[in-house]
């Protein structure tokens, strides 16, 4: 008969769920606004709003872990996932901060297929914490990481494009400058969600 290496207490399994699915809210509004064409202050107030909920679940999360002597994985795990997935949050919001800030157009194409990109990876992410408590769903769990590993790939690909693009049709420097950098910040962004990804395969290694 297996051991199941994992406690049947799962409150850290429930706070980073909360922190998961407040990640895919957030992504998913974003990718609403840029569809819509607006970034007004009304939209980046919500976007950071959600960031905030992300830093109370993770301080929560921290909390708990100073408080707690048995817990359900390794505590540097349920930190380091905790803190990932909030950094994924505070780069969603410094991206919809610095759009308002460069006055940037929010209908740009290849800004909007990473946001898409970014959208489709924090699902996946929240779909992977949802079950990653569940030993018997390893396999589902793994898969949506593999899935993240595309979606980043894709990242690059969009990345290569939308800068040549950019050299190839954009005169004003300045604005080079800042499209280019707000490539390169979704482009970390997306490979932040691939680290969150490495960090539950770490997680399911351990405990596999």
Not at 78 to 91: E, S
Request: with cysteine; net charge negative; glycine share 4%.
């Amino acid at each position: 008969m297996p051991i199941n290496f994992m406690p049947k207490e799962v409150k850290f399994f429930d706070y980073l769920n909360l922190q998961a699915e407040n990640l895919v809210k957030a992504s998913g509004y974003f990718k609403s606004i840029l569809k819509n064409g607006v970034l007004d202050e009304a939209a980046a107030k919500k976007i950071h709003d959600f960031e905030h909920e992300g830093d109370t679940l993770s301080h929560e999360i921290t909390d708990m872990l100073n408080r707690t002597f048995i817990t359900p994985i390794d505590r540097e795990d349920i930190y380091a996932l905790a803190n990932q997935l909030d950094d994924v949050l505070d780069m969603l919001n410094a991206m919809a901060g610095r759009m308002r800030l460069y006055k940037l157009d929010p209908g740009n194409e290849y800004f909007s297929q990473f946001i898409d990109l970014i959208d489709q990876s924090s699902v996946a992410l929240s779909n992977a914490v949802k079950h990653m408590h569940d030993t018997k769903r390893t396999r589902r769990v793994l898969d949506h990481c593999i899935e993240i590993n595309r979606l980043e790939n894709m990242g690059d690909q969009v990345r290569e494009k939308a800068i040549g693009n950019l050299f190839e049709t954009e005169k004003d420097p300045i604005m080079v400058i800042k499209w280019k950098e707000m490539y390169e910040v979704a482009e970390s962004t997306l490979d932040k969600c691939e680290h969150v990804a490495k960090v539950i395969e770490a997680i399911l290694v351990k405990h596999g």
